[in-house]
């Protein structure tokens, strides 16, 4: 496994709590919009075992054309000691990342393609709109729907309705508006859905979307291949 080591260019305040983190790119390292990336801070390999408290997932924002390694996260007042350490980082500090994947690439399958997030959520999928709106090649248009419930929506400058791009961008601050939109959304029985949130989130949505009649295989998440199923099951309890 290979570590690379690399430095903090520029630190961007997105919202009151939501940070960007642009890292330098290390000469040899590429991904593919989607992707995540194990982020790690300084000392996480100095023991025997790697120190989980100062390793977190994280999605790469950018892509790599962008010449930066984005990564944003949200600090709350009261948080871990991950992010009480990031948070006090400057620029020209160091950081680790590793074993970068991703499980949510943009699929060109000439199908309409429906990407639902919860809050910093939304950070997976920057770079599969910004993919999108530069190149459109079989995919035949996008809608995001993001939840906020502070109100400070991130990336509106990127995620804006382009009614000639075939691109639709929409925000709600609460959960009933959400999933009346995910119904109305799942009315396309052919079209392609990416999931990113918490693990309860992503079972709210898939439940939703199974009740409509949306099949496990048109359903994306940021999960390794064996996780899924777990997943892709209606929740009977709901
Ligand atoms: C594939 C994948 C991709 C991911 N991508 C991203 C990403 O791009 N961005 C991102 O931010 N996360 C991402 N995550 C989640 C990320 O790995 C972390 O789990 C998440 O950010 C929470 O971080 P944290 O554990 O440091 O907790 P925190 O964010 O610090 O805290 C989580 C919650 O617990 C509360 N809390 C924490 N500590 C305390 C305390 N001492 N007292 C009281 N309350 C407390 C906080 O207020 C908060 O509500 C991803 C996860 C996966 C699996």
């Known amino acids: 496994m290979q570590i690379y080591w690399t ?7 997105e919202t009151p709590e939501v940070k960007t983190y642009m890292l330098d790119c290390p000469e040899g390292f590429t991904w593919e919009e989607g992707s995540h990336t194990h982020f790690a801070l300084e000392g ?4 025997e075992k790697p120190n989980r408290s100062l390793i977190r997932h994280m999605s790469i924002t950018t892509l790599p054309h962008e010449n930066s390694i984005g990564i944003t996260t949200r600090i709350k007042e009261q948080c871990s000691e991950f ?3 990031l948070r006090n980082m400057e620029v020209g500090q160091e950081v680790a990342i590793f074993k970068t994947h991703s499980n949510v690439p943009l699929k060109r399958e000439d199908k309409n393609v429906y990407l639902l ?14 993919d999108y709106l ?3 090649d079989n995919v035949n248009q996008i809608h995001s729907l993001n939840i906020d419930s502070t109100k400070d929506f991130l990336f509106t400058p990127i995620f804006e309705s382009a009614p000639d791009k075939k691109f639709t961008s929409q925000f709600v601050d609460n959960r009933k508006d959400y999933y009346e939109e ?6 396309d029985k052919e079209g392609l859905f990416y999931v990113v949130g918490s693990d309860e989130f992503l079972q709210q949505n898939i439940d939703v979307l199974l009740e409509q009649g949306i099949k496990p295989e048109q ?20």
């Not at 996480?44 to 023991?47: D, L, M, R, S, V």
């Not at 995910?182 to 009315?187: M, S, T």
């Not at 064996?226 to 997943?231: E, I, K, R, S, V």
């Open 134 to 136: 530069e190149r459109a």
């Open 182 to 187: 995910v119904k109305n959304l799942a009315a």
């Open 83 to 85: 992010k009480t350490i």
């Open 7 to 13: 430095k903090i260019n520029k630190i961007i305040d």
């Open 44 to 47: 996480f390999n100095a023991g």
């Open 219 to 238: 359903i994306m998440l940021d999960k390794h291949k064996q996780q899924l199923p777990a997943f892709l099951t209606l929740n009977v309890s709901m």
């Open 117 to 130: 997030s919860a809050g910093v959520g939304l950070a997976t999928f920057r770079p599969l709109v910004l």
